[in-house]
């Protein structure tokens, strides 16, 4: 099993930056996607960002260019770095591990089985 903790969620103006940090309890092994979903009050779950075990990533259309997705192999760490923010960012955000050697990686929350707990981040106009 594969325990993920993220933190790093804040109060922020909009046109400012925050880093949010998803601890991975375990080596994700050779094949795996982790992601970025945020989910706002009253909308469904959506997929920010992913990468996959080979480096490569893909954002959503609504962050490309804004936001940075990145894995440290080494502290087994997954990072987000969000530029600026706007107010509609605003939501939960939730870091997903799909470990069970995905064919590809996706934006679908029902392929990812762990998840953590999530942290808020909010945007003010």
């Known amino acids: 099993e594969v325990q993920l903790m993220e933190s790093g969620g804040d109060l922020v103006q909009a046109g400012g930056s925050l880093r949010l940090s998803c601890a991975v309890s375990?080596?994700?092994?050779?094949?795996?996607?982790l992601g970025w979903f945020r989910q706002a009050p009253g909308k469904e779950r959506e997929g920010v960002a992913h990468i996959d075990s080979n480096g490569l990533t893909k954002y959503a259309d609504s962050v490309k260019g804004r936001f940075t997705i990145s894995k440290d192999n080494v502290e087994n760490t997954l990072s987000l770095q969000m530029n600026s923010l706007k107010p509609e960012d605003t939501a939960m955000y939730y870091c997903?591990?799909?470990?069970?050697?995905?064919?590809?990686?996706?934006?679908?929350?029902?392929?990812?089985?762990?998840w953590g707990q999530g942290t808020q981040v909010t945007v003010s106009s």
């Open positions: 375990k080596s994700s092994g050779d094949d795996y996607c």
């Open positions: 997903a591990a799909d470990s069970e050697k995905p064919i590809y990686c996706s934006f679908r929350p029902s392929q990812y089985h762990y």
